[in-house]
């Protein structure tokens, strides 16, 4: 497949993780960032987005406002990813922004994903992020799969995507939104309590 040239101004740099959900059990993988972009996408000015490995950040160290460059293809599922190009090559930085916000929502060069799953997250309110958090490093929009009968790993899945915060406690634009549901089984629904998110940020103080 030809790639296609993009050039764009990063507008959200936040981590490309997936969960896969089986019912009450949880897991996840760390593909790298998520870039949304504004700028220009095979010769048409648009807003998109592009999935980066962990090792390309490492190395630029990407923060909102920067302008970069590269090359990509469109995602052929896009259930699986949260973002709608990948396989980025030929990736530059054309020029370094002005630093973004450094308070809520916080437009800093995000850390390494080890630092986010040492974090743990919370549910975050899809419209919350949707107005108040697309921008932050610590906001991030998961592809969910969900294995529907978890006797049956191979059997049917079904697809959404889910909002988290690993941000610290004490955000004031954060808001939980309500609790989250799995199909399971037979018709069974599991309904994630807000203790599950308590447990996985409870290592970390208010401000942190
Ligand atoms: S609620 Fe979370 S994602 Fe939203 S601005 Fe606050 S720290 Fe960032």
């Known amino acids: 497949m030809d790639k296609l040239a993009f050039t764009g101004t990063i507008i959200s740099i936040q981590p490309r993780i997936r969960l896969a959900r089986s019912f009450d059990e949880a897991s996840h993988t760390y593909l790298g960032y998520a870039i949304k972009l504004d700028g220009e996408l095979d010769g048409e000015k648009t807003v998109f987005s592009i999935g980066i490995g962990k090792a390309a950040h490492a190395k630029h160290q990407f923060k909102v406002n920067d302008t970069i460059s590269g090359e990509c293809v469109p995602v052929p599922d ?35 994903l080890e630092v986010y799953r040492e974090r743990g997250h919370r549910r975050l309110a899809a419209r919350t992020y949707d107005t108040k958090c697309s921008s932050c490093m610590w906001g991030c929009r998961m592809p969910v799969e969900i294995i529907v009968d978890n006797w ?10 889910e909002t988290f915060c690993y941000g610290p406690l004490n955000c004031q634009l954060y808001k939980a939104g309500p609790n989250r549901k799995v199909e399971g089984r037979n018709g069974m ?20």
């Open 78 to 112: 896009l259930d699986m990813e949260p973002v709608e190009y990948y396989k980025v090559s030929k990736l530059k930085v054309i020029s370094t922004g002005e630093q973004g916000s450094s308070s809520s929502p916080w437009e800093l060069v995000p850390p390494e």
């Open 152 to 161: 049956n790993p191979r059997g049917k899945k079904k697809h959404r995507f």
């Open 189 to 208: 629904v599991y309904v994630e309590e807000d203790w599950v998110d308590q447990m996985a940020v409870e290592h970390r103080g208010e401000d942190e």
